[in-house]
């Protein structure tokens, strides 16, 4: 099954590490970064690490090695795979919805990456200073529509370039270099952040649960992080599956992208806050922890300009392995189920997310009237793919192999061993019944919050 001519050209993987470095490029990004540090300085620091670690354990990797089944299986694009394994039946549309979230997510993702590209280029070019406000820069950064669809456009403009050269020449090349990098700018700017006089304070805020301030809310906030952090929900780990071809241990591929995507995380947090917690500043911010505490913070440190020069670039570069994975959702489609050649599949559909993505730009300044739900139009972007999208992409895709395709069939199919062994029986259990209550539990109580609370 779902082995066409067409296959006989579709491009794969040229070594094992390639589709690993690509995948935890697609997990590794701004929310790693970005988004974990604060969502854990919110929800009490460590408590939030340890809930997070299960979350990723009983529900993160489970889907992840679904996904990556999904495509490995059938060698397809998320509408293509969908149909194959259910010919005749209206799944594919689970995979149309994934094909849509990873329009949606580009559209939004690309306009935060520009900020990190905006902050690069000015730590490089300016460098921070104590006297500045950095709370009114920002402001006035997300209002200056112009600056925004420059650097949105940039990003754009390296994904698509990127996704163009192919599989090889281009995903598994850049991620060869840019991941390693990665880590080691990484290293520096934790070597910089934990010999900060009064780092202590903020590595035992890290280590040390604080469950005072953990809620119902936490553990919504965990799945949600669980699934955004590891790219699932949205078939870009089922297109990155779908270049591979070697039959040996998916299990343990899935296991070293998920360990890779949640040391990075933790990596961050360790960048973050010794930083935050020496000079004096708050945690429990929010969302404006990187963009605004840190150039404080940078500002305030000795070294502060090369540090924040490579923060700022650690961000960037994680932010364009997320985004050609999710560029690349997309362009699969288009070249698989409309026949599109590589090039022009990238360069149409980065158009259109680029023009998607100019709403998320002008809601900061002159759409700033427009309010959906309550919130700003790039909020509500991202509101729609974490409380509903995403969410709903991973359950239909559990219930999928959970119900239909089956775990012991998925087993044989993709050689993971004995279908009859107990650790197959187990991940067969998860997707049935315990992923799927969680994730309606967790869409349920959000949709009641937003609209009843
Ligand atoms: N995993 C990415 C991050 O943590 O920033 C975001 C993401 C990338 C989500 C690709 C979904 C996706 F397909």
């Not at 997309?330 to 023009?355: H, N, P, Q, T, Y």
Request: net charge positive; proline share 4%.
């Amino acid at each position: 099954m779902g082995n066409n001519s067409n296959n006989n050209q579709r491009e794969g993987w040229s070594t094992r590490i390639g589709f690993v470095l690509a995948a935890a490029g697609s997990a590794v990004g701004l929310g790693n970064i970005w988004r974990f540090p604060y969502v854990a300085g919110v929800n009490g620091g460590a408590a939030f690490l340890l809930i997070y670690l299960v979350t990723i354990g009983l529900i993160g990797y489970p889907l992840f090695l679904n996904e990556m089944l999904l495509g490995r299986k059938t060698q397809k694009n998320p509408v293509g795979a969908f149909r194959a394994l259910a010919p005749g039946a209206p799944w594919w549309l689970v995979g149309a919805l994934g094909v849509l979230t990873g329009f949606v997510i580009l559209s939004y993702y690309s306009v935060v990456a520009g900020w990190a590209l905006h902050y690069t280029w000015r730590a490089l070019f300016e460098g921070f200073s104590p006297a500045a406000d950095y709370s009114a820069e920002f402001g006035s950064l997300i209002s200056s529509p112009g600056t925004l669809l420059l650097c949105h456009l940039v990003f754009m403009i390296l994904c698509v370039a990127v996704i163009s050269a192919g599989v090889v020449k281009g995903i598994e090349k850049c991620v060869f270099y840019l991941m390693p990098l990665l880590l080691v700018l990484m290293v520096a700017v934790i070597v910089r952040a934990v010999t900060i006089p009064g780092a202590g304070r903020g590595i035992a805020f890290f280590l040390r649960p604080d469950w005072s301030r953990v809620t119902a809310g936490t553990f919504l906030d965990a799945i949600a992080q669980s699934f955004f952090t590891l790219s699932l929900g949205m078939g870009a780990i089922l297109t990155y599956g779908s270049y591979l071809r070697r039959r040996e241990s998916a299990a343990r591929d899935a296991l070293e992208v998920v360990a890779m995507d949640t040391g990075i995380a933790i990596l961050a947090g360790f960048a973050i806050f010794p930083a935050v917690f020496a000079l004096g500043f708050e945690a429990a911010q929010g969302p404006g922890l990187t963009f605004v505490t840190l150039p404080a913070v940078f500002a305030r440190m000795a070294m502060g300009r090369a540090a924040g020069f490579v923060f700022f670039l650690v961000l960037s570069i994680a932010a364009l392995t997320s985004g050609i994975s999710l560029l690349e959702v997309v362009v699969a489609w288009a070249m698989d189920e409309k026949g599109l050649k590589r090039f022009r599949a990238a360069l149409s559909s980065g158009f259109v997310i680029f023009l998607a993505g100019i709403p998320a730009i002008l809601g900061y300044s002159g759409w700033s009237g427009v309010r959906i739900l309550g919130m700003d139009i790039l909020d509500s972007y991202d509101w729609l793919v974490n409380s509903v999208f995403l969410p709903l992409g991973g359950l239909l895709a559990a219930l999928f192999t959970g119900y239909v395709w089956t775990a012991s069939k998925a087993a044989v199919d993709c050689e993971l061993g004995d279908p009859a062994s107990a650790w197959i029986r187990i991940w067969g259990f998860l997707i049935r019944y315990l992923i799927p209550a969680a994730i309606i539990l967790i869409m349920v109580s959000g949709l009641a919050n937003k609209f009843f609370g």
